[in-house]
């Protein structure tokens, strides 16, 4: 039976040689088929000595045409390493800002909702809604009629007793003092008479005209009147001062009592008439005019959008590093009503005017307020904002852009930092306080040290890389693309020669 030996296809260049090759290459011909008898097949001693020497130089050929591929891999890994573009950014010391962020409610800075303090139909309405309106402007009245005819009664009644006090205070004497003035009056004229009567009684009796007991009965009459005029004059007096100060304290009650109705009638007026306390803007106004207004039911709202609250929530931790009058920033979403792109954000600056020192019972947070000027009134009450307040500001802090940090499905960061030897490698890292773009690192990079910025995501370790200058917009982000499409290629490349080696050692083996 014939030895066919056929030649194995280990590389696209190197094949092992058949025995048809080795006798063609040892000067032999080539062995005939038909078995081993045969004159033909009968060798001589030299050409065995010949053919022991070429079978060993033809095992040398087969053992170096099976080695080859080996170092021939070996070398081609090394020459096709994958090179990965990307780039890079030092660690630096900055100062960055721990902001918090939270979702908050727009409100007015102030509000107004008018509820009447009677109940009656609706007379006249002045104002829409949208209407601008000044503090004290007249917005709408109520049927009053009744409340009219009820302020002119009391205003009369008021203006009646007004009338008499005056009177009182500027008036004539009243006829019992005058009564009281004319008895002291007579009573003093008797007291003089009676007087000169017991003089020139006196007169006589010293004379010898006139005996004694005339003397003695006109001293009598004297003192009595006497008596009768001091008894008169106090009269007069008494009367002189109490009657006129009672006069004058019940006509000023009356007045007074007059006065408190008339105040009582045109308040009950007034209230017909609906009035704003505040400057703003008419945004509510449920009823319409003949309809019902109902004492207590707000009638007409009215808010002050000139400055705005955001009110938002956060949690006990983040409130301990708030205080009142920190910087903070108000962003809300202008779609297609606020004339902008879906998508784009309005920001308007603020400050902290309110850090609530108690927890609202319902969520257990912290209540925040950020007050900030409107005066275009695009931020309207009611709607939902983004709040960004910042609490401190480091100014000595290691930073690095976002795009650099790595996270991991354990939690861990890490960042791929690029050595001297032109690889990059990963590194665990502590972060800090984040500020947009840039985030604090406070463990496991030194400042002055590259990493890799764009381009580090799947990025194995100890990746030869190439440093490629930053570019703006699509132009790097393509070239970054165009490189991770390279490094793709030049893997499967890889695999598939390693393949075809791991193919080639085992035929050796074979």
């Given at each position: 039976?014939?030895?066919?030996?056929?030649?194995?296809?280990?590389?696209?260049?190197?094949s092992?040689p058949?025995?048809?090759?080795?006798?063609q290459?040892?000067?032999?011909?080539?062995?005939?088929?038909?078995?081993?008898?045969g004159?033909?097949?009968?060798?001589?001693?030299?050409?065995?000595?010949?053919?022991?020497a070429c079978?060993?130089?033809?095992?040398l050929?087969?053992?170096a045409?099976?080695?080859?591929?080996?170092?021939?891999c070996s070398n081609?890994?090394a020459?096709?390493?994958?090179?990965?573009?990307?780039?890079?950014?030092?660690?630096r010391?900055a100062?960055?800002?721990?902001?918090?962020e939270a979702?908050?409610i727009?409100?007015?800075?102030?509000?107004?909702?008018?509820?009447?303090?009677?109940?009656?139909?609706?007379?006249?309405?002045?104002?829409?809604?949208?209407?601008?309106?000044?503090?004290?402007?007249?917005?709408?009245?109520?049927?009053?009629?009744?409340?009219?005819?009820?302020?002119i009664?009391?205003r009369?009644?008021?203006?009646?007793?007004?009338?008499?006090?005056e009177t009182?205070?500027?008036?004539n004497?009243?006829?019992?003092?005058?009564?009281?003035?004319?008895?002291?009056?007579a009573?003093?004229?008797?007291?003089?008479?009676?007087?000169?009567?017991?003089?020139?009684?006196?007169?006589?009796?010293?004379?010898?005209?006139?005996?004694?007991?005339?003397?003695?009965?006109?001293?009598?009459?004297?003192?009595q009147?006497k008596?009768?005029?001091?008894i008169a004059?106090?009269?007069?007096?008494?009367l002189?001062?109490?009657?006129?100060?009672?006069?004058?304290?019940?006509a000023?009650g009356q007045?007074?009592?007059?006065?408190?109705?008339?105040?009582v009638?045109?308040?009950?007026?007034?209230?017909?008439?609906?009035?704003?306390?505040?400057?703003?803007?008419?945004?509510?106004?449920?009823?319409?005019?003949?309809?019902?207004a109902t004492?207590?039911?707000?009638l007409?709202?009215v808010?002050?959008?000139?400055q705005?609250?955001?009110?938002a929530?956060?949690t006990?931790?983040?409130?301990?590093?708030l205080?009142?009058?920190d910087p903070?920033?108000?962003?809300?979403?202008?779609?297609?009503?606020?004339?902008?792109p879906?998508g784009?954000?309005?920001?308007?600056r603020?400050?902290?005017?309110?850090?609530?020192?108690?927890?609202?019972?319902?969520?257990?947070?912290?209540?925040?307020?950020?007050?900030?000027?409107n005066?275009h009134?695009?931020?309207?009450?009611?709607?939902?904002a983004?709040?960004?307040?910042?609490?401190?500001t480091?100014?000595?802090?290691?930073?690095?852009p976002?795009?650099?940090i790595l996270?991991?499905?354990?939690?861990?960061?890490?960042?791929?930092?690029?050595?001297?030897?032109?690889?990059?490698?990963?590194?665990?890292?502590k972060t800090?306080?984040?500020?947009?773009d840039?985030?604090?690192?406070?463990?496991?990079?030194?400042?002055?040290?590259t990493v890799?910025?764009?381009g580090?995501y799947?990025l194995?370790?100890n990746?030869?890389?190439?440093?490629?200058?930053?570019q703006?917009?699509k132009?790097?982000?393509?070239?970054?693309r165009?490189?991770?499409?390279?490094?793709?290629?030049?893997?499967a490349?890889k695999?598939?020669?390693?393949?075809?080696?791991?193919?080639r050692?085992?035929?050796?083996?074979?």
């Open positions: 039976m014939a030895n066919r030996h056929m030649s194995l296809p280990l590389s696209p260049f190197v092992v058949s025995s048809k090759e080795l006798a290459l040892c000067g032999q011909p080539p062995r005939l088929p038909g078995g081993s008898g004159a033909g097949n009968l060798r001589t001693a030299e050409e065995t000595t010949r053919g022991s079978g060993q130089a033809a095992l050929l087969i053992v045409a099976l080695l080859l591929p080996l170092f021939a081609k890994e020459e096709h390493e994958p090179l990965v573009t990307v780039q890079v950014t030092q660690a010391i100062p960055i800002a721990s902001k918090i979702q908050a727009i409100y007015p800075i102030r509000q107004a909702a008018i509820a009447p303090k009677i109940s009656a139909p609706v007379k006249k309405f002045y104002v829409e809604r949208g209407t601008h309106v000044k503090a004290g402007q007249l917005l709408a009245e109520l049927e009053n009629r009744d409340l009219v005819a009820a302020e009664d009391n009369g009644a008021f203006e009646q007793a007004q009338a008499a006090y009182a205070v500027r008036g004497v009243p006829e019992e003092i005058r009564k009281a003035e004319l008895d002291a009056k009573a003093k004229e008797q007291m003089d008479a009676q007087q000169k009567i017991y003089e020139n009684r006196q007169r006589l009796f010293a004379q010898g005209a006139a005996p004694r007991k005339d003397v003695e009965d006109a001293l009598v009459a004297y003192i009147a008596n009768a005029y001091e004059a106090q009269h007069l007096e008494a002189k001062s109490f009657g006129r100060e009672q006069e004058l304290k019940a000023e007045l007074t009592s007059a006065k408190g109705k008339y105040e009638a045109r308040a009950q007026l007034s209230y017909s008439e609906i009035r704003s306390p505040i400057d703003g803007v008419v945004t509510d106004r449920p009823l319409y005019a003949g309809e019902m004492s207590g039911s707000p007409i709202t808010m002050d959008t000139s705005i609250v955001a009110r929530h956060i006990p931790p983040e409130a301990v590093a205080r009142v009058g903070a920033s108000i962003f809300m979403s202008a779609g297609p009503t606020g004339g902008s879906a784009n954000e309005n920001e308007v603020g400050k902290v005017t309110l850090v609530s020192p108690a927890l609202d019972p319902n969520s257990a947070t912290v209540e925040v307020w950020v007050q900030a000027p005066p009134g695009q931020l309207r009450p009611g709607s939902s983004r709040v960004t307040i910042t609490a401190q480091l100014e000595n802090a290691l930073v690095l976002a795009s650099a996270a991991a499905s354990d939690g861990t960061t890490t960042v791929m930092v690029v050595g001297h030897d032109g690889r990059a490698h990963q590194r665990v890292v800090g306080v984040r500020d947009g840039s985030v604090q690192i406070t463990d496991g990079l030194k400042p002055g040290e890799v910025s764009v580090a799947g194995p370790d990746t030869r890389v190439q440093v490629d200058q930053p703006h917009g132009e790097s982000k393509e070239k970054v165009k490189s991770r499409i390279r490094e793709a290629k030049t893997k490349t695999d598939t020669k390693s393949e075809d080696c791991t193919f050692e085992q035929c050796t083996r074979i």
